[in-house]
């Protein structure tokens, strides 16, 4: 199983900008995809973006023009700039990624946005 570490949450104003950093543990296997989900209170986990080890980026409606995913295979490192932040953006972010069948989530990153 792979860990993750995820990075770069914080508190921004309506309409600012943040970059999450999510970094695997290890580096001698081959990561299929890596994804950004978050977690609002009350509500269900959902996907915001995923980047595939074939070079496509899937993004959630919600944040489509806003929102980059992108990642750094070398280092087995996804990143999310977040830009256009909305109070309804506030979240935990989490990290997923998965080797074959077995899917990580690291801890999460509390992202808050004040409106």
């Known amino acids: 199983q792979v860990q993750l570490v995820e990075s770069g949450g914080g508190l921004v104003q309506a309409g600012g900008s943040l970059r999450l950093s999510c970094a695997a543990s290890r580096s001698d296997f081959t990561i299929n995809n890596m994804a950004w989900y978050r977690q609002a209170p009350g509500k269900q986990r959902e996907m915001v973006a995923t980047a595939t080890s074939g070079g496509s980026k899937i993004y959630a409606d919600s944040v489509k023009g806003r929102f980059t995913i992108s990642r750094d295979n070398a280092k087995n490192t996804v990143y999310l700039q977040m830009n256009g932040l909305k109070p309804e953006d506030t979240a935990v972010y989490y990290c997923?990624?998965?080797?074959?069948?077995?899917?990580?989530w690291g801890r999460g990153t509390q992202v808050t946005v004040s409106s």
């Open positions: 997923f990624a998965n080797v074959g069948v077995v899917g990580s």
